[in-house]
């Protein structure tokens, strides 16, 4: 409870700087917030084009019923697979004539139905990748009833280029953010050390311990992180707001990584004191 | 109880501000440092107190040696160690009591302790009466005793002081020294720097160590004159 008294007093004794510290951590942690909702609204779109990424396998038409649906069955265990559904001949003509429309009348005067059945493959979310598509259209290829296998090559691998930037910018951008949020953080507790400098060597004068003389420091920078923290959560949360009544509809992001966030903010604010209280008491110190 | 041998203390590429100093302070010994200023009193305070470490030669305070001592071992060094600034350094924020509460707080005193061992202190130096007032409230010579009340709260077994009365005038000077003479009846060892000529005269009978640039060119218990 003591050393939480002492932090709580050390942020009133300086509150124009702990206001400071909390404003620099909580604009460096809404880029970062920013960032994660520009980066989870790309991620859900991406989610949503991949979730249709499937293998249709044409049928020929001597094809037994009885041998497709054992084939089927021998599909839908394949790890990468998630569904595989028949479509008859009928079943196709039908679907045709519903999606096309302008078509109808043509579909309604044919005396043979020229649409081959088919078994249209849908994978699990892990194996989307292009290798993996590709893996399991060859699979399929391979029986002997099968026409041909199809699944939109230059797409799939496309969708996977643009996650691949998006992920790779994500990272970069955030890497970036969150050193910029540290050297920040790290400058407004070193000011606050600065500021009680001379406490801290009356402490060391009449022999307090290191660790006795961090702790305060270290839970002043976790609470000014947790402060910094939901700063950036509201300012977020209020960008959010703004964008989808003016421009776009956006999905907001995650429970689990807001609590992330504030997390993040709240050690990195400690860790940033910690550093920057261990210098001072170095530099107070000779041994 | 306090040893230096041979000490030399210089700080980048100064001429050194200690050089070569030999003496021994013992258990429950009193002394004056003095010197001009600058001679490197204060430097000997703080070579004493670890917050310097010797350039050469060897600083001994109880149990540690500057040579060998680490760095989590300065917190009990210190504690056996009392340091007595000419300007107080009292917390402004802070009452009196709270000032040599603060002390106790910081070393790790149990709660229930701090209340008497500071109202202890406060008879000690005579300030009971004035336990709520703030620094800016006192005066020098209440400032100090304040500052001697807080460097006695963990019981040291040695006091350094420097220039504890340089800012204190003639009555409050000989009221703060005669609280030194009592801590040190009470057996523990004082080191007092000082260039005040006249407290020194007054005190024929307390052990005089003389600085000059640095050298020591004078102690009364050795009889030794460089």
Known sequence: ?287 | MVQLRSVTKSFSGSTPAVLDVTFHLKKGEFAFLTGASGAGKTTILKLVHMLHRPSSGEVRVSRYSSSRIKRRDLPDLRRRVGYIFQDFRLLENLTAEENIAFALQVTGTPGTKIGPRVQKLLNQVGLAARAGAFPRELSGGEQQRVAVARALANEPLVLLADEPTGNLDERATAGVFGLFQRINASGTSVLMATHDAELIRQHRNVRVIELEQGRLVFDSAAEIVA
């Open chain 1, 1 to 287: 409870m003591r050393p939480l008294r002492e932090a709580v007093s050390g942020v009133r004794r300086a509150p124009a700087l702990t206001v400071l510290s909390v404003m620099a951590i909580g604009l460096s942690v809404f880029s970062i917030g920013l960032f994660a909702l520009t980066a989870h609204n790309i991620d859900l779109a991406l989610s949503d084009v991949e979730g249709r990424v499937e293998v249709v396998a044409y049928l020929r038409d001597d094809a037994s019923e009885e041998l497709i649906e054992i084939a089927r069955h021998e599909i839908e265990s394949y790890p990468e697979v998630e569904s595989a559904r028949y479509i008859s001949k009928v079943e196709a003509l039908f679907e045709a004539s519903r999606e096309l429309t302008e078509f109808s009348d043509i579909y309604s005067d044919l005396e043979v139905n020229p649409l081959p059945a088919s078994l249209e493959i849908s994978l699990r979310p892990d194996f989307r990748t292009p290798g993996d598509v590709g893996a399991v259209a060859d699979r399929v290829s391979s029986y002997h009833f099968v026409e041909e296998a199809r699944y939109g090559r230059e797409w799939v691998d496309r969708v996977y280029s643009l996650r691949r930037v998006a992920g790779g910018g994500a990272a970069i951008l955030g890497l970036s953010f969150a050193i910029g949020a540290a050297l920040l953080i790290g400058i407004a507790v070193r000011m606050s050390v600065l500021a009680r400098t001379r406490e801290i060597a009356i402490m060391q004068t009449v022999g307090a311990t290191d660790s006795y003389i961090r702790r305060p420091f270290l839970i002043e920078g976790l609470l000014t992180g947790l402060a910094g923290g939901l700063l950036a959560l509201a300012l977020t949360f209020g960008t959010h707001q703004a964008v989808e009544r003016t421009l776009v509809s956006l999905a907001w992001l995650p429970d689990l990584w807001t609590l992330a966030g504030l997390a993040f903010a709240g050690i990195l604010g400690m860790l940033a004191a910690g550093r920057a209280v261990r210098r001072e008491l170095r530099r107070l110190d000779v041994y």
